[in-house]
C-alpha cells in the first residue's frame, strides 16, 4: 500500500539558516513524488514534483529536492530559509493520473527572527 | 484560479452538503480532499470529463458532480461528526499526462459538523 511519512512534525530554524524537511514514502509502481506549502487559510502550492530523469529537483521559492530510490525518501531542502517560509510542508506520492495521491501529514516550519 | 464556495460552513450531524468548485478555465480534471484538522488532505475522488475516474477510502455517502462549464460540487450525504474538515478541490489538465499534468488547489471549505 501506498504511503507518506514526515518524520518531523515541527521544525524551527533562524532565518538565514539552512532547511531540511523529510519525506519517507512507500508505493509500489513507479512514484511521481511532490511538495506543497499550504500557508494558514490557504490551498495549498506546488512547489516541485518529481516523475523521472534527474534526482535533483529544482523548484519555486529556492526550494529543492532530492530523490534517492534506494531509500525511499524525498527530502526537501533550502539554503537559507527566509521568514515567508513559515508554513506547512507536504509531501505527497501518487501514480500518473494524480487519482490515487498519497500526502504526508505535514511538517511545520517556524522561522526564528 | 480555482475559486471554492462556500468558505465556511456549519451543518448538522444527520443533514446534507453540497460544496461547489469552481475549476481553472481549461482544466478537465478536478480531483477533491478532505483535510482533517493537523492531518494532510486524503484524496476522496477525481473527476474527468464529467466520469469519475478514481477514488478514494471514501464511502458512498461521498458522492460527485462534474458539469461541462469547469464547475463540480462534492456532495455529502448523512453528515457525520468525524466530517469536519476543510475540504479541498484541485484542478489539472488531462490525467494522461506525466503525473496528471499540475494539481491547481483552491482555498478550500472548511465544515463543522455539529
Known amino acids: 500500500a501506498q504511503s507518506v511519512t514526515q518524520p518531523d512534525i515541527h521544525i524551527t530554524v533562524s532565518e538565514g539558516a539552512s532547511l531540511e524537511l523529510r519525506c519517507n514514502y512507500s508505493y509500489g509502481a513507479t512514484p511521481y513524488l511532490f511538495w506543497y506549502v499550504q500557508s494558514p487559510g490557504q490551498g495549498l502550492q506546488l512547489l516541485l514534483k518529481?516523475?523521472?530523469?534527474?534526482?535533483l529537483v529544482q523548484g519555486i521559492k529556492g526550494f529543492e529536492a532530492e530523490f534517492k530510490r534506494s531509500q525511499s525518501s524525498f527530502n526537501l531542502r533550502k539554503p537559507s530559509v527566509h521568514w515567508s517560509d513559515a508554513a506547512e510542508y507536504f509531501c505527497?506520492?501518487?501514480?500518473?493520473?494524480?487519482?490515487?495521491?498519497?500526502f504526508g501529514a505535514g511538517t511545520r516550519l517556524t522561522v526564528k527572527p | 484560479g480555482v475559486t471554492q464556495s462556500p468558505t465556511h460552513l456549519i451543518k448538522t450531524r444527520g443533514q446534507q452538503v453540497t460544496l461547489r468548485c469552481s475549476s481553472q478555465s481549461g482544466h478537465n480534471t478536478v480531483s477533491w480532499y478532505q483535510q482533517a484538522l493537523g492531518q494532510g488532505p486524503q484524496f476522496i475522488f477525481q473527476?474527468?470529463?464529467?466520469?469519475?475516474?478514481g477514488r478514494g477510502n471514501f464511502p458512498p455517502r461521498f458522492s460527485g458532480l462534474q458539469f461541462p462549464n469547469d464547475s463540480s460540487e462534492l456532495n455529502v450525504n448523512a453528515l457525520e461528526l468525524d466530517d469536519s474538515a476543510l475540504y479541498l478541490c484541485?484542478?489539472?489538465?488531462?490525467?494522461?499526462?506525466?503525473?496528471?499534468?499540475?494539481?491547481?488547489f483552491g482555498p478550500g471549505t472548511r465544515l463543522t459538523v455539529t
Open positions: 518529481y516523475f523521472s530523469g534527474d534526482t
Open positions: 484541485a484542478s489539472s489538465l488531462n490525467p494522461g499526462l506525466a503525473g496528471g499534468g499540475e494539481q491547481y
Open positions: 473527476y474527468y470529463r464529467e466520469e469519475e475516474n
Open positions: 505527497a506520492v501518487g501514480g500518473r493520473n494524480n487519482n490515487d495521491m498519497r
